[in-house]
């Protein structure tokens, strides 16, 4: 399998001389095509950072980022555009929906900003839209959907242009369990059947017990990790307890 992402040795500080905080400490790992990988870790951790970083919203201090065979970490203020507009998808948190704009065409502002032909676009959009079961509610606004279903249509736009690697960013924190269990899923089925490479940061050990393997940081370092293999994903989040538990973190949702 081809490695999709590459971080080597990066490290990130923020502060002066007289006052350095090392947010990330010398961390390396690999995620292969197909892959999806959580990252899990206390509060001040640095997984946010970490993200932050792969996602191009912040530089690292040293070390490399490799994404699709593109160092990041070197490219210009141009370049580093194109590449986030045509290799990343965003999930956040809290959705990051226009109001005045319906689900297709918050779906179709990516695409209309790669300028694809109209044809193409309306074929994209239906498509990723049948993959997330959200066809029925495409020409609603916003105000008009269930939390779900704006994060639905959140991971369509990030999915519609195709990109390399998806980054999730506590995708679940604003929804219901019955809301974030329909969003999981969809990952999952994303993930499986598609072979979408995801990057997920979360807190929440039921979230994470749908990725195939787990990174945990503490204190900017990699602390622990799990790899899902055979075990169920009641097995697995077991096991994920069991480490946040060592980390002294939250546990989130029991299943």
């Not at 001040?44 to 065979?69: A, E, W």
């Not at 779906?107 to 990723?128: G, P, Y």
Request: net charge negative; hydrophobic share 40%.
């Amino acid at each position: 399998m081809q490695n999709i992402v590459s971080i080597e040795k990066v490290e990130k500080y923020y502060g002066n001389k007289g006052n350095i905080t090392k947010a990330i400490d010398n961390i390396s790992f690999t995620v292969e095509q197909g892959e999806f990988v959580g990252i899990m870790g206390p509060s001040g951790s640095g997984k946010t950072t970490l993200l932050n970083c792969i996602s191009t919203i912040d530089t690292v201090t040293t070390g490399k980022i490799i994404i699709n065979n593109k160092d990041i970490t070197v490219l210009k203020k141009k370049a580093m555009e194109e590449f986030r507009r045509d290799e990343l998808g965003f999930i956040f948190q809290d959705f990051n929906l226009l109001d005045t704009l319906t689900a297709y065409e918050n779906i179709a502002l990516a695409l209309t900003i790669q300028q694809r032909e109209t044809a193409e676009i309306d074929r994209l959009i239906k498509n990723v839209a049948k993959k997330l079961e959200i066809t029925e509610i495409l020409d609603k606004f916003p105000f008009q959907m269930s939390g779900g279903q704006k994060q639905r249509v959140a991971c369509a736009r990030a999915l519609v242009t195709e990109p390399s690697l998806v980054l999730a960013d506590e995708p679940t924190g604003a929804l219901d369990s019955k809301s974030a269990r329909l969003l999981l899923d969809s990952f999952e089925k994303l993930n499986n059947e598609f072979q979408t490479t995801i990057l997920m940061v979360t807190h929440d050990s039921f979230t994470a017990s749908y990725a195939q393997r787990i990174l945990f940081i503490k204190d900017g370092r990699i602390f622990n990790e799990l790899v899902r293999g055979n075990d169920t994903r009641k097995e697995f989040f077991n096991k994920i307890i069991e480490v946040v538990t060592l980390l002294g973190g939250d546990v989130g949702h029991v299943l």
